[in-house]
């Protein structure tokens, strides 16, 4: 783990987490969900080294999402569905289900009502209303997307996608790609 405005190595997980696994942080650092093949996800007190819930998904994961206020999670792979749990309770509440391929990345929107996912072989990210379970926005890009990030105000995406690891933004209010600005970070 880094502390992003030093550069500062703060922690390893060598003993915990190996590099075939996948793992997103909480905003505050204190939470990592980590996923590694054949077994069950789990969320972990990174302060405390503890497990603290396990979820039932036994896709073979490729993107995590955490929310920003951590009361929910979204995990996608194989199975091409996203699946969404309580973190509290570790419950499964909803799939995510439009014609989709393999996930590979996840992101939520500030206010946590939106996800965003981006797939492996289609060439379509697309925006979810979580309160409805569907699809409000799509937008085209040149392949399978690698990373996805949502800016603070909720009005742009900033996405990579395999064909050449540009980072590339996507206003969503204007519905179009629009320049990068200098700004090539994909962690808002």
Known sequence: MWDSSTGECLQTFADYFNQSDVNTCS??????????????????NVVKK???????????????ALSNEGK???????????????VASGKHIMELKDNLTIINALAY??????????????????????????????????GATIALACSPDGKRIAYSD???????????????EVPSEGSYCLLW
Do not use: T
């Open 162 to 176: 395999r064909s050449d690891s540009v980072v590339r933004y996507f206003d969503l209010v204007a519905a179009k």
């Open 72 to 86: 929910q999670c979204a995990m996608g792979g194989m199975q091409e569905i996203i699946k969404l749990f309580d």
């Open 109 to 142: 929107m500030p206010g946590d009502k939106l996800l965003v996912s981006g797939p492996e072989e289609d060439d379509e990210i697309k925006v979810w209303d979580l309160g409805s379970g569907k699809v409000i926005q799509k937008f085209k890009h040149n």
């Open 50 to 64: 503890e497990c603290v819930q396990q979820f039932d998904n036994d896709d073979l994961l490729f993107s995590l």
């Open 27 to 44: 905003d505050d650092g204190v939470y990592c969900l980590h996923a590694e093949p054949q077994s069950k996800p789990s969320l972990w």
